[in-house]
């Protein structure tokens, strides 16, 4: 099925609340994830159906073990769905092989992890150009490109630091300059702030703000409903099912 006609086909399954915007720019349907854990069967994700927009400003929300780590990794293609579809940016990727989806993750993702995953070896600059390496850009203009986005976090007078000599928040301003350094259709944050003191939390949440504020498409999964009030569409997951979803009204 081409993309219209898939989207489509996902719509009648979903209620209005999926269209505030017409641009979708990924589509699930009657997705699942089963987990083999010894002889039990865990299915952490069941009969997901769900559109996202450009420009959607999403939170996950849920209890612990509820699927949202999982939801998130299908949608930055770390995992490939038990069974149903998932189309990302137009195309089909629910049966793309590792390599296949790991170019796609490169050229569409930009990933942040509660847990910074910086290189310890490598510098501020280093750190945020790894990316740019991947996707083959020229070193000067990945240097350059580097350097913008690291002011773009604020950290434009730290770039030949390491990042044991970083505070936790530091670390994470250095993640989200990396995760938009392959300018991402997507940007996917496990807990942002779930190892950050709330001082350092309330900088990260303001930098994410702003992305969504200049356009991007910004995805957080959050156990935390005060962080997720930053977001202007709730989804909630319950046993690994949509349970509810929710659009705050604008201000
Ligand atoms: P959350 O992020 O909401 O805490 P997860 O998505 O991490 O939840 O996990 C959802 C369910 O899937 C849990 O029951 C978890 O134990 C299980 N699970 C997650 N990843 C794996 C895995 N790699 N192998 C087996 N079970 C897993
Ligand atoms: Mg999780």
């Given at each position: ?27 699930m349907?009657n997705l699942c994830k089963n987990y ?5 069967e865990v299915q952490a994700l069941r009969n997901i159906n769900l ?9 996950i929300?849920g209890p612990s073990g509820s699927g949202k780590s999982t939801l998130?990794?299908m ?6 769905p038990s069974s149903g ?150 989804i909630r997951l319950f046993d690994g099912e949509i349970e ?8």
């Open positions: 099925m081409v993309w219209a006609e898939e989207v489509a086909a996902v719509k009648d399954n979903l209620q209005a609340i999926d269209f505030k915007s017409d641009k979708p720019i990924l589509a349907k083999q854990l010894g002889t039990v559109i996202i927009n450009e420009g959607d400003d999403v939170a929300v998130l990794n949608i930055g293609c770390l995992d490939r579809k998932y189309h990302l940016g137009g195309q089909d990727v629910s049966k793309l092989d590792d390599d296949n989806l790991s170019l796609i993750r490169g050229a569409r993702i930009g990933f942040v992890f509660q847990s910074f995953n910086l290189i310890s070896q490598l510098n501020i600059i280093e750190n945020i150009e790894i990316p740019m390496y991947y996707q083959g850009l020229s070193e000067h203009n990945s240097l350059e490109r580097a350097r913008e986005l690291a002011a773009l976090v604020g950290l434009g007078d730290r770039t030949k630091h390491r990042p044991s000599e970083l505070s936790g928040g530091q670390q994470q301003r250095v993640a989200i300059a990396r995760a938009l350094s392959n300018d991402p259709l997507i940007v996917l944050a496990d807990e942002p702030t779930g190892n950050l003191d709330s001082e350092s939390g309330a900088d990260i949440l303001k930098i994410l703000d702003k992305l969504h504020q200049e356009g991007k498409t910004l995805i957080t999964v959050t156990h935390d409903d005060n962080i997720a009030a930053h977001s202007e569409r709730i509810k979803q929710e659009y705050k009204q604008s201000n």
